[in-house]
C-alpha cells in the first residue's frame, strides 16, 4: 500500500482557483483498453470551484479520458481513504486532485 496523502479534501478545494468538484462517475465504459481510455458520466454531485470556494452545481458531463494521463497530471491526494462498492466488490481509494480532465459534453437537463 502506498503512503497516504497530505492535505483533505477541503483543503484541495481551497487550493482550486477554477475547476470542477467531481463526486461520483456513472456507467464508465471502455473505449481503448490498452490505453486505459474510458468513457462515462459525472452523476449526483458536480460542482464548480472558483477561488477555492465551491460556488454552485453544474450539469452532470460526459467524459472520455484516458485514466493513466488522468493519474500523470495528480497534483494531491487526499489522506482520507473511501471504500465504493462496485458491480465485482469494492475498493478503498483517496480523493484526487488534477490538473486536467476531459470533459466531451454535458446533459440537456
Known sequence: MRAEGEADVDQMI?????????TRFHYTNPVHPKLAIITGMTRDGTFLVEGGRIVGPVKNLRF????LD?????????????TLRGFLGGVV????????WTFTGTTEH
Open 14 to 22: 481551497a487550493s482550486t482557483e477554477h475547476g470542477l468538484l467531481v
Open 93 to 100: 481509494v483517496p480523493a484526487i486532485r488534477l490538473e486536467a
Open 70 to 82: 488522468a493519474l500523470a497530471c495528480t497534483v494531491g491526494v487526499a489522506r482520507e481513504r473511501r
Open 64 to 67: 472520455t479520458q484516458s485514466y
